[in-house]
């Protein structure tokens, strides 16, 4: 069994700043990569940030160079230090584990946590 919780979604004005953190937990075997998705309703999910176990990252384009991913002392843990927040980052955020176990790849996800930004 592997459980992903996030935590530290909230209200927030735009242009403030907001740290959501997730950690994965259980029989995780190899850690491919973690990242942060969000999805807002009527939409499909998209890719936020993501970082391998080698520490290379990826962003979504529309949160380059405001949004930050990094992994803890534990490298199940990642955050995602969001910063000059838009209103349109509202969404709700979902931690992704991409595991590798008895030979496959497997995706595992959070429950998910809300990001709201008023304007």
């Known amino acids: 069994q592997v459980q992903v919780v996030e935590s530290g979604g909230g209200l927030v004005q735009a242009g403030g700043s907001l740290t959501l953190s997730c950690a994965a937990s259980?029989?995780?075997?190899?850690?491919?990569?973690m990242g942060w998705y969000r999805q807002t309703p009527g939409e499909e999910r998209e890719l936020v940030a993501r970082?391998?176990?080698?520490?290379?990252?990826d962003y979504g384009h529309s949160v380059k160079d405001r949004f930050t991913i990094s992994r803890g002392n534990a490298k199940n843990t990642v955050y995602l230090q969001m910063n000059s927040l838009k209103p349109e980052d509202t969404a709700v955020y979902f931690c992704?584990?991409?595991?590798?176990?008895?030979?496959?790849?497997?995706?595992?996800w959070g429950q998910g946590t809300q990001v709201t930004v008023s304007s």
């Open positions: 992704n584990a991409n595991l590798r176990r008895y030979g496959g790849d497997f995706s595992y």
């Open positions: 259980g029989s995780i075997g190899r850690l491919n990569h």
């Open positions: 970082i391998t176990s080698d520490g290379v990252t």
